[in-house]
Each structure stands twice: as structure tokens, then as C-alpha cells.
């Protein structure tokens, strides 16, 4: 099975409307960047939550194990983070995937129909 690879308009999406300012900040930071290499080759780009199932899955994400917003203190704190794959992030942060009723765009599937010429 392949890797799905990420959506930048998801990405955007998030960044633009539901991240705050100050965490985009700080995600771009040049600490954060240089942590998330960190944690990458210490779990040797290698899901942790899969590696703790006894699954080998590649990690592209780094997670904070204890949210910021709750330990500030520990944000850059190597030992609160692990790397994770986006199925596993996408589990321990459902919120994020998710758009509001009304941010979904209405859908409707049309479908011609043709009378069948035998029974006309």
C-alpha cells in the first residue's frame, strides 16, 4: 500500500481558518523545525503509535504528546514529542480534518435518464 500523499489545500485550509496565529508561529519556527528533525531521526522516521501496535509505518508528522495549550512549558520539550504517520494524527486530532456544515460545499450527483424505446 502506497503513501497518500498530502493534500496543501487541506493544509491551507487549516493554517488559513482554524489554526491561530500564534501556533503558526510557532510551527514555523526555526526551534520547531530544528525539534521535528530531532524527533524524526531519533524514532528513525518510523510511526510510533504503529511501532507500539507492531505495525512499521513511515512517519511524516511529529506530535505533541501533551498539547501545548495544556504545557506550554514543554512545547520544545524533545521527550513530549514522537513521530507519527497521518493516519495515527488524523486519529489523535479528528478536529482538524473536519470542516463546518457550512464550509462544505453542497454536492448533488445528476443523472440523465432516457426512456427505454421498447416499452414507448
Known amino acids: 500500500m502506497g503513501k497518500r500523499p498530502r493534500n496543501p489545500d487541506a493544509d491551507?485550509?487549516?493554517d488559513r481558518y482554524k489554526r491561530n496565529r500564534e501556533a503558526k508561529r510557532f510551527y514555523n519556527s526555526?526551534?520547531?523545525k530544528r525539534l521535528r528533525l530531532l524527533a524524526l531521526q531519533r524514532d528513525h522516521y518510523l510511526c510510533q503509535p504503529c511501532l507500539?501496535?507492531?505495525v512499521?509505518?513511515?512517519a511524516d508528522d511529529v506530535h505533541h504528546?501533551?498539547?501545548i495549550e495544556k504545557a506550554p512549558d514543554r512545547a520544545l520539550d524533545l521527550d513530549n514529542v514522537e513521530s507519527i504517520c497521518d493516519a495515527c494524527h488524523n486519529r489523535e486530532h479528528p478536529e482538524k480534518g473536519k470542516r463546518s456544515e457550512e464550509e462544505r460545499p453542497v454536492r448533488a450527483r445528476v443523472v440523465e435518464m432516457k426512456p427505454n424505446p421498447e416499452v414507448v
Open 12 to 14: 491551507r485550509f487549516y
Open 30 to 32: 526555526a526551534a520547531w
Open 52 to 54: 507500539r501496535r507492531g
Open 56 to 58: 512499521l509505518t513511515p
Open 65 to 67: 504528546i501533551e498539547p
